[in-house]
T-cell receptor, first 113, second 113 residues
Framework: GESVGLHLPTLSVQEGDNSIINCAYSNSASDYFIWYKQESGKGPQFIIDIRSNMDKRQGQRVTVLLNKTVKHLSLQIAATQPGDSAVYFCAENQRGNTGKLIFGQGTTLQVKP | NAGVTQTPKFRVLKTGQSMTLLCAQDMNHEYMYWYRQDPGMGLRLIHYSVGEGTTAKGEVPDGYNVSRLKKQNFLLGLESAAPSQTSVYFC????????????FGEGSRLTVL
C-alpha cells in the first residue's frame, strides 16, 4: 500500500542554522504532498504543500523540495528559531474521492539556543 | 471562529466501558476525519466522512464506530474500550476534496485501564 515515511525521528539544530527534514514515499503515482507542524499538546497545523507538477515551493522561511525520481521530499526551514521546535509530519493526499491524508511517523525538531 | 472543537479533552475509562468523542466544526466543511496518534506511529486514520450522512473505514477502524448525522458534527464511539485504545485522538476537517489543508482539533487524550 501507499506509505510516507520520515528518515530521522529526531533532529537537533542550533538556533539560527537551517534545518532540513526529509521524507520518502513509496507510490510513484502519488502527486500531492503536505507538511504539518505539531507543537506539544496541540493538533497538527498545515505548513506548506506541493503538487507533483512542481519541484520546489517556497513559503515564509520554509521551502519544500520534491524529487520524483527518487520519491523523496524535504522541508527546509531557514534561520531556525526556538518557536520552530515541534514534530514535523509529511503527508500524502490520496488520489480518489475520499480526500484522505496518509501521514508519516514524524520528526522531532529540537532547536538549541 | 472556533474551528474544530473536540470534547472531552481527557478521559479515563475502565476496560469494557463505552464512550463517545464529539467533534464539532463551524467552517461548513464537507470532509471530516478521526485519527489516533501513538508514540512512534504518527497519525493513523480511523474513520472518515465525505459528507453528512456518510461514513467510511480508514486504516485502523476495528473497535470504533462513527456517525455524521449533522454536517458540523462527527462522533467517534468506543463500544467496549480496550487498553490498546489508549491514545490521543484527533479530529480534522477540510473544505475541498483536493485540498491538503486539514484543520485539526486540539486532541482528546483517552486512557483505558
Amino acid at each position: 500500500g501507499e506509505s510516507v515515511g520520515l528518515h530521522l525521528p529526531t533532529l537537533s539544530v542550533q538556533e539560527g542554522d537551517n534545518s532540513i527534514i526529509n521524507c520518502a514515499y513509496s507510490n510513484s503515482a502519488s502527486d500531492y504532498f503536505i507538511w504539518y507542524k505539531q507543537e506539544s499538546g496541540k493538533g497538527p497545523q498545515f505548513i506548506i504543500d506541493i503538487r507533483s507538477n512542481m519541484d520546489k515551493r517556497q513559503g515564509q522561511r520554509v521551502t519544500v523540495l520534491l524529487n520524483k525520481t527518487v520519491k523523496h521530499l524535504s522541508l527546509q526551514i531557514a534561520a531556525t528559531q526556538p518557536g520552530d521546535s515541534a514534530v514535523y509530519f509529511c503527508a500524502e493526499n490520496q488520489r480518489g474521492n475520499t480526500g484522505k491524508l496518509i501521514f508519516g511517523q514524524g520528526t522531532t525538531l529540537q532547536v538549541k539556543p | 471562529n472556533a474551528g474544530v472543537t473536540q470534547t472531552p479533552k481527557f478521559r479515563v475509562l475502565k476496560t469494557g466501558q463505552s464512550m463517545t468523542l464529539l467533534c464539532a466544526q463551524d467552517m461548513n466543511h464537507e470532509y471530516m476525519y478521526w485519527y489516533r496518534q501513538d508514540p512512534g506511529m504518527g497519525l493513523r486514520l480511523i474513520h472518515y466522512s465525505v459528507g453528512e450522512g456518510t461514513t467510511a473505514k480508514g486504516e485502523v477502524p476495528d473497535g470504533y464506530n462513527v456517525s455524521r448525522l449533522k454536517k458540523q458534527n462527527f462522533l467517534l464511539g468506543l463500544e467496549s474500550a480496550a487498553p490498546s485504545q489508549t491514545s490521543v485522538y484527533f479530529c480534522a476537517s477540510k473544505e475541498r476534496l483536493d485540498s491538503g489543508e486539514l484543520f485539526f482539533g486540539e486532541g482528546s487524550r483517552l486512557t483505558v485501564l
